[in-house]
């Protein structure tokens, strides 16, 4: 059984800074591309970036280009998201995703998400 585990949420101040962290654990062959996605209350999960495993490309939203660094652990099984300059709009429940190989199953896994509030 595959398990995505998410750390690091939280309350911020706007224009402070979180990190989150997902690791992923269990029977996996191959872990292909990791990711975050948000939801905040009443809209649709949305991609916040992704890195592929392979050659370490990235892929952000534009509303958090130049603010969010996503990066993988050397394992490749972790994958980090470091948030800057955070801003009330980023307030959201943060979703870790995998696509990876388990046994002869690939599919996506998701996290359980972690609350990322950005008030004064």
Request: proline share 2%.
């Given at each position: 059984?595959?398990?995505?585990?998410e750390?690091?949420?939280?309350?911020?101040?706007?224009?402070?800074?979180?990190?989150?962290?997902?690791?992923?654990?269990?029977?996996?062959?191959?872990?292909?591309?990791?990711?975050?996605?948000?939801?905040?209350?009443g809209?649709?999960?949305?991609?916040?970036?992704?890195?592929?495993s392979?050659?370490?490309?990235?892929?952000?939203?534009?509303?958090?280009?130049?603010?969010?660094?996503i990066?993988?652990?050397?394992a490749k099984m972790?994958?980090?998201?470091?948030m800057?300059?955070?801003?009330?709009e980023?307030?959201?429940?943060?979703y870790?995703?995998?696509?990876?190989i388990?046994?002869?199953?690939?599919?996506v896994?998701?996290?359980?998400?972690?609350?990322?509030?950005v008030?004064?």
């Amino acid at each position: 059984q595959v398990r995505l585990v998410e750390n690091g949420g939280g309350l911020v101040q706007p224009g402070g800074s979180l990190r989150l962290s997902c690791a992923a654990s269990g029977r996996i062959v191959r872990v292909n591309a990791m990711g975050w996605y948000r939801q905040a209350p009443g809209k649709q999960r949305e991609l916040v970036a992704n890195i592929t495993s392979g050659d370490g490309s990235t892929n952000y939203a534009d509303s958090v280009k130049g603010r969010f660094t996503i990066s993988a652990g050397n394992a490749k099984m972790t994958v980090y998201l470091q948030m800057n300059e955070l801003k009330p709009e980023d307030t959201a429940v943060y979703y870790c995703n995998a696509d990876l190989i388990s046994g002869w199953d690939r599919r996506v896994h998701w996290g359980q998400g972690t609350q990322v509030t950005v008030s004064s």
